[in-house]
């Protein structure tokens, strides 16, 4: 199929190779609301089932797909027969506007209430039982996220309540998420300890406006041969500033255990301020007016989805909101070289926050790979007990790891936007970039170049 098959696509491909039937919904499993109505796809034999993963508002990147390689595979007298290919579309959009959600590649709100402007913000506070504890732990260390922009001010060590004033040599240091070196950092020590605030001892840092998705960890390291004075977190009260920011903690699954330094817990404190106030006060009084308009939106792109099913035949629905994070789960739905060692990504669009290593098994990069029919056939009977990560490429080499599959590497499924001579796919082209490529490859059988020819 070589000779054909040159899948310059936009979003993942999955190709299935000898499977006999195409098993697409069943009792129970039709997604609800507007798109819900479309008949499920009979059962037929096919030797290959490849499934295009398209986000819904792709129209345009798949209507390139349609008059390039689809075109002629579907006027192919043998293969037309043979091949059948489907885009695979979330039946729900998300319906918290794009401004609204915490990122942009989930479906969260971003649940900001009564922010606290224009004032320094004690980031925990303690309740007046608390007693000082003098642990063991030397390093203790806590991980938190911006959802709103901020600053901090100054960083902060527990004192002990014993009467002999501050006698410690403690270091507390910012860092951001995965950087080996240090934003800012305060020392505390006998003869500079800071000014004392509530139940701490603060001193002023550098300050650096932290954006929005900043993914930072605290760090007190004692200096001393004994421990640091610190808590849990379950023991202390976070002030969020009204939704701007997260302390996160391993128990609730929402961190790695080795990006936590230390004992996970507080030995301090710091302080912030929010930043933008008037900007956030101003989107927060648009909101409503935000949800409205994109419902009504959403609405348009169901009617325009089901039009567009409708004059092609080619789409299938699966049950799930269709964002980036969601990606695994369509996969999951449908059914989908190698990349060995690949670090674990813990910021940006390919964050990973549930998978704990520091590296993934070996997985297919996400421009396309082929699995077989038993495969899919394995994937589709444990489907509900798979868990879904970052993404839909590292998910299946996770879920693959399980089973240890034979995997054959070829050089020609591209996973950089690039071109070469016979690729068979080739990521993060623009609808115009695909057209052009696909009429080089017509008029002179190479999609990179006619030179010579």
């Known amino acids: 199929m070589r000779n054909w098959l040159v899948l310059l696509c936009p979003c993942v491909v999955g190709v299935a190779l000898h499977l006999c039937w195409l098993l697409l919904g069943g ?75 915490e990122d942009p590649y989930s479906c969260k709100l971003l649940n900001i209430t009564n922010p606290v402007l224009n004032q320094e913000i004690e980031a925990f506070i303690l309740p007046e039982d608390t007693s000082s504890v003098l642990s063991e732990d030397r390093i203790v260390s806590v991980n938190f996220r911006v959802l709103y922009p901020i600053v901090i001010t100054s960083l902060g060590v527990f004192y002990e309540s014993d009467g002999v004033g501050f006698q410690r ?24 300890c800071g000014v004392q605030v509530n139940r701490l001892w603060y001193k002023p840092v550098e300050q650096f406006i932290l954006p929005e998705s900043f993914e930072g960890t605290i760090v007190w390291e ?21 939704g701007v920011l997260r302390v996160s903690m391993t128990g609730e699954g929402s961190w790695p255990h080795e990006f936590t330094e230390g ?50 035949d080619d789409i299938v629905f699966v049950d799930v909101v269709d964002t980036y994070r969601n990606v695994p789960a369509k996969l999951l739905n449908f059914y989908r070289c190698f990349r060995l060692n690949w670090a674990v990504d813990r910021t940006g669009k390919w964050q990973e926050l549930e998978y704990p290593s520091p590296a993934y ?45 034979k995997r054959y590497q070829d050089s020609l ?40 020819r």
């Open 222 to 242: 004692s200096q001393d041969l004994h421990g640091l004075v610190s808590r849990n977190l379950h023991k202390v009260i976070v002030n969020d500033g009204g």
């Open 263 to 312: 004992v996970e817990g507080i030995a301090g404190g710091f302080i912030y301020t929010i930043q933008e106030g008037d900007a956030l006060l101003q989107s927060l009084h648009t909101r409503p007016e935000r949800f409205v308009n994109h419902l009504k939106n959403l609405e348009q792109e169901d009617a325009l989805l089901k039009e567009e099913s409708c004059a092609y």
């Open 27 to 101: 009792p129970g499993r039709r997604p609800a609301g507007p798109l819900a109505s479309f008949p499920q796809w009979e059962l037929k034999h096919y030797d290959v089932v490849v499934g295009v993963l398209s986000a819904r508002h792709n129209h345009g990147l798949r209507n390139v797909i349609r008059n390039t390689w689809f075109k002629h595979l579907k006027q192919h007298p043998a293969l037309s027969t043979r091949v059948l290919v489907k885009f695979i579309i979330g039946a729900h959009g998300c319906d918290v506007p794009v401004e609204d959600r």
């Open 361 to 405: 098994p070996a997985f297919a990069c996400g421009s396309g790979y082929v699995i077989s029919k038993d495969i899919v056939q394995w994937l589709a009977s444990n489907a509900e007990r798979l868990k879904t990560y970052q993404g839909e490429d590292v998910s299946m080499g996770i879920w693959m790891a399980a089973i240890g599959p």
């Open 413 to 452: 499924w591209l996973c950089e936007k690039t071109c070469e001579p016979g690729m068979l796919s080739s990521p993060q082209y623009s609808p115009q970039e695909l057209s052009e490529l696909w009429r080089v490859k017509e008029l002179c059988g190479d999609p990179c170049s006619c030179e010579g």
């Open 169 to 192: 040599n403690i270091t507390v240091k910012l860092y951001q998420a995965e950087q080996e070196e240090a934003l800012f950092s305060a020392r505390f020590s006998p003869p500079s």
